[in-house]
């Protein structure tokens, strides 16, 4: 038998309530309630205003792409009388003869690259090479100008105001290319 000292002692057991329902059930319903009528309503007008802002933002999209589309189409389209027209297709012709000379490194650089570094001035002379940098400073303004009109598209420089242009891409060309030196320092060679 157990002694009644320790009956007294120990802690009483806990049982579950009677009987046991289990978990409750899931509140299937939307907004606390039955959905209805009025949850069908509100889910369609949700849809319909996604719908509605997922078109418009195409369309707002469609736009901005047709208006940079006129806009490039506008820049490569002027008339030859145009001295933006002449500008900007004489400064492409003096990049491509840089770049001709110089190697395809010089696709990249900007105009002030070119005025900062010596090469062009030594291969072609100080006075062209001024030139040259004048030439394509204005042919920027022309290509980034847009609608404003700089200088250069305001007929003050015309195809007649480039007698040296010829003279100095006969320059770049006809220089001689400097010789391939091998760059390597592979074992100390």
Known sequence: MI?????ATRAPVLTPPRPNLGPLPLDESLFGGEIGARGIAVLVAVAVAMLVAAYLMIQRLRRRRAARAAKLH??????PNDPRGQLIPASER??????ARFGPAWHARTTEEIEAGPELAATCGPDDASRLITL????DRAKFDGDRRSDASQGKATDT???WLDGALTALASASAPAATPKSRINGK
């Open 3 to 7: 002694p009644t000292s320790d009956v």
């Open 161 to 163: 105001d480039w007698p």
């Open 136 to 139: 394509l400073r204005d042919a």
């Open 74 to 79: 506008s820049m490569s389209a002027h008339p």
């Open 94 to 99: 003096v990049r491509e003869a840089l770049v």
